[in-house]
């Protein structure tokens, strides 16, 4: 984004002192009494004094007063400067308090064990989950796992280009193709567990499972042995996201001139060569930003692992986050689970810098 | 057209017989991958109208190789004979799936405003919060995208107990909102750039406020891309399942926890599980053909440049 597109606007405020000091007078009065509200609340909860809350909600309505506040106080302080953050401001704010708060209040949940149901409550055990961690294979499973399920997006990156180029040749019904082609992303993966993994897929008398013995497997099971198992949710869910990279690929392949494969043609490329040569190499930024979407969205992959095997057979469909939510459902300790998504993260997070920082590179034009 | 003007030799005929072969596989791989996507549809279509002989058959055509049944609806309560009678089945399906209905369409609604005002901001104005400017903010929204749910998941159980906004709309909302922001700003800030500035120096040269040029001039040019944000938040929201799954018990359960839920219990009974699945899809089936072209405009947001 370079300087210039942005919109200058130069305006003569003329804000009484007044004004300004009842804009900071507002932020800060909610401010106090946000931080009173949470003080009580705390007095209440360490047994200091009984203030009659029930939840912790007045907090909550205390804290949504001072930010509505301080959306106020920017128009009354400064002006139309005030005016422009007030586009930006209520966005960041909310996600600020979504994410920042529960993260940091995750850190704290994570180092210490805390099962829901006990009347214990929250008891800091300082580094037993790392150890409990360490020592789990069950985790290191699923974060192997997902390291084999993302390796799969290369086999349906290739697919969707191989369709999306299917689709942009000249056909026609491209537009009943299209649909037909995209319906897939529109279900919901809950019913897609159901309709294919457990009707199709059903070994006495699933259409799939018909198919498959009259193409000669006599015995077709797909979720008894693990890597037929672990190969069965990638097609499930390769099935469901092929459409969204085609889409992309698709979009970009548009983008590209006719006269360019024209051009290649007149110069006696055959069509192998020219999409080698001239396709591939332009539709490499679209591509790797389909990629690493495709990656982010993989890594979230749960809903069809949980429904189908959840987990089984003996952690071989495991990903991270269906491991995580039978951590939880099972013994109920938030602690170690939190702990096992916190590691997940930062996982991720230096995984998907790396990838960016070489996507950055490998795409940058090449002169 | 009577008379060729140009003759073709016999080297073209071959060429023609070669892009008809051409022609042909495509259409061959074209057709073979629509069925791969459209079968299972059908195939939870059909299965809801038939009964368990059918069913153990695999009968695929109706009327041809059996006689359509309202089984399965009849077990929502949404076949002809029931759907006038009380049903406590479709009750328990209707609450979930207006629950679905609403949380989708609030948390997308909300995510489309917050969204595009963010947008709007940092594509027009530079900002300067502390160190962040307006590449570090735009990262910082963007960024949330790779944030597994299942980071967040554990703390807000924590947090909405304390709230008492375990099991109901208002908390699966906020999250749900959370989840899509990202997405709508990426898609909201490619429509925005798209649009010159000049249209609102325009408009503040004749004496429209910045929000005034905001409302009046640029929303109606960036409508196409905010229905796209709300269509892709609308099929991603109705579809969640995992913080559905974790934060909500009774009240607040929305259509796909109450699939996942069947599953267990009534495996065996094929057209209900099919009748129940294909409701629950049949929104978003809807959707996907009437307003395709927004779909596609949201996916390819920021992607060809």
Redesign the interface.
Known sequence: ?S?K???H?VTADDISERQKLFGRAIVWGSAMIAVAVAAAQTAQQMDVASFGF????PT?FAYILWAACLCWSQVLIRG?HG??????L???L??VS??VF??L??LI?AFSS?N?ASPLGRQFNGLDNVRQMWSDPFYWNALRNMVWYSLAIIVEYALAF??AL??N?E?RAR??????????????????????G???LEI??G?IA?FARWLGWDNPSFFSSPEVARFTIMLLDA?TFI??MM??IL??LQ?IPKELNEAARVDGANPWKGFWEITFPLML??SI??IL?RI?FK??L??IV??LTSGGPGGATDT??SF??RE?RDRSN?GY??LL??V??VI??IV?TILMKLADRFARPRT | MSEAIFRDVPADRSSNARLFAGKALIYGLLIGWAIVCLFPIYWTATTSFKIAPNVMQGKLIPWVDYTPAWLGWRSLGLSPDTIGAESTVRDEFMKRFFNSAITAIASSSIAVVLGSLAAYGLSRFSYKFGFMRNSDISFFFLSQLILPPVVLALPFLVLYKQLALLDTRIGLILLYTLTVLPIVIWIMRDQFESIPTELEEAALVDGLSIWGAFFAIILPIALPGMIAAFILSLVLTWNEYFFAALLTSTHANTLPVMVASQTGSQGINWWAMAALSFAAILPLIVIGVVLERYLIKGMTAGAVK
Request: hydrophobic residues 65%; without cysteine; charged residues 10%.
């Open positions: 984004m300087q597109d942005l919109l606007v029930q939840t912790w909600r909550l139309e005016k422009r953050t007030l586009f930006v209520p966005a960041a909310f996600v979504l994410t529960p993260l209040f995750g949940i805390w829901l191989g369709l299917l689709l040749a056909i537009k009943f193709f299209r649909i037909a082609f995209l319906l897939p992303l529109m279900l919901s993966p809950v019913a897609v567990s159901w309709m294919i457990k009707s199709m006495r008398f259409p018909r099935w459409p969204f889409i992309m979009a970009g983008a930024p679209v930003t389909a979407i982010i890594l979230k749960a809903d949980i429904n991270v986050t995580i939510f939880y938030v689970g939190t998504a916190m997940y993260l991720i997070i998907m």
